[in-house]
């Protein structure tokens, strides 16, 4: 198994652009979030989703979408970069909701010019 | 919402001792805790993690205690090796995985 794995490593945007931050995984998880890691502040949950079909907000979404289409795939999508954006991205995943460890993919670099 | 303090942000011990990371959380419906080991360029990785029924849980050097009445919990690391060195998380959530709200972040130093 590859684990959790997420495209790109490091990326440069112009603010206004948009792309899109891929997460796979390939543990057949239900379950499946993105956080953003700041300097001091941790890491904040972005969005969710807990199975094909279905998204929900974390604690801070504004300015990004996502989609769960397969079980495998969540991607993270930013409408219209902004500096504010600029941050570490984790992709995470468990089997269920009710199994708790969450398995983390290595992180996008994400600089907003 | 939960909200998580972390203390604290630095912490440096000679090798073989003890270190000890605290962490406060405020919602008392929160019922679980994890801790993640974050290595420089990686992703953080869960070492061990407690429900609100259990005060203690040990996995060899590590252990972690929670003290519900005062919305506590702490991470103990004993006889540390320089590969602790890293940053270490501790969350919380009443919903299990779906929405762990974490602390700041510590970062440990072994100094050998």
């Known amino acids: 198994n590859a684990g959790v794995t997420q495209t790109p490593k490091f990326q440069v945007l112009k603010t206004g652009q948009s792309m899109t931050l891929q997460c796979a995984q390939d543990?057949?998880?239900?379950?499946m979030s993105w956080y953003r890691q700041d300097p001091g502040m941790g890491l904040r949950l972005i969005h969710y989703?807990?199975?094909?079909?279905?998204?929900d907000q974390g604690e801070v979404p504004n300015g990004y979408n996502v989609s769960r289409s397969t079980t495998e795939d969540f991607p993270l999508r930013l409408l219209s970069a902004a500096p504010s954006q600029t941050s570490v991205y984790f992709c995470a995943s468990s089997y269920s909701i009710t199994q708790e460890t969450q398995y983390f993919g290595p992180g996008t670099r994400l600089l907003v010019l | 919402g939960e909200n998580v303090e972390q203390h604290p942000s630095t912490l440096s011990v000679q090798e073989g001792d003890s270190a000890v990371i605290k962490c406060t959380y405020s919602?008392?419906?929160?019922?679980?805790f994890p801790w993640y080991k974050q290595e420089l360029g990686k992703g953080p990785q869960l070492i061990i993690d407690i429900r609100s029924n259990v005060g203690e849980k040990k996995d060899q050097r590590i252990a972690v205690t929670l003290n519900k009445t005062a919305k506590h919990f702490s991470l103990h690391i004993t006889e540390t090796q320089p590969e602790d060195s890293a940053v270490y998380f501790c969350?919380?959530?009443?919903?299990?995985?779906?929405?762990?709200?974490f602390g700041q972040g510590t970062r440990l130093t072994i100094n050998p």
């Open positions: 919602d008392s419906a929160s019922n679980y």
């Open positions: 543990m057949n998880h239900e379950y």
């Open positions: 969350a919380a959530s009443d919903q299990g995985a779906q929405k762990l709200v």
């Open positions: 989703s807990v199975g094909a079909g279905i998204t």
